[in-house]
């Protein structure tokens, strides 16, 4: 009796070594960020970069930025951050730079 559940342990071992104890790993899933997620993402990541806040729309993946920024550089920053996040799949840019008085 004891040989015998023996050797099931080492068969159970064995198995779990070979398959790398996939049925113990939670199971990866295909999911996207949600839109809102992916809109705090950005708008975060703008927060951390020291750049104006500017307006984030978000649906299905594809940002819509506005609003007004300081410069072309703040505002290639700015798509590029936007870029960045995962699941992003479109970035439309319509930021306005401000105008010097």
Same mark, same amino acid.
């Given at each position: 009796?004891?040989?015998?559940?023996?050797?099931?342990?080492?068969?159970?071992?064995? +198995?779990?070594?070979?398959?790398?104890?996939? +049925? =113990?790993?939670?199971?990866?899933?295909?999911?996207?960020? &949600?839109? #809102?997620?992916?809109?705090?993402?950005?708008?975060?990541?703008?927060?951390?970069?020291?750049?104006?806040?500017?307006?984030? +729309?978000?649906?299905?993946?594809?940002? #819509?930025? &506005?609003? #007004?920024?300081? &410069? @072309?550089?703040?505002?290639?920053?700015?798509?590029?951050?936007?870029?960045?996040?995962?699941?992003?799949?479109?970035? #439309?840019?319509?930021?306005? =730079? @401000?105008?010097?008085?």
């Amino acid at each position: 009796m004891k040989k015998g559940l023996s050797c099931l342990l080492c068969l159970a071992l064995a +198995f779990c070594i070979l398959h790398g104890c996939s +049925f =113990l790993r939670p199971q990866e899933t295909d999911e996207k960020l &949600s839109d #809102t997620v992916i809109a705090s993402e950005i708008r975060a990541r703008i927060e951390q970069a020291g750049l104006p806040p500017v307006r984030v +729309f978000v649906l299905d993946g594809r940002v #819509t930025l &506005s609003g #007004t920024v300081p &410069s @072309q550089e703040a505002k290639q920053k700015i798509v590029a951050l936007a870029k960045s996040v995962e699941d992003v799949v479109l970035v #439309t840019a319509d930021l306005q =730079l @401000q105008k010097i008085r």
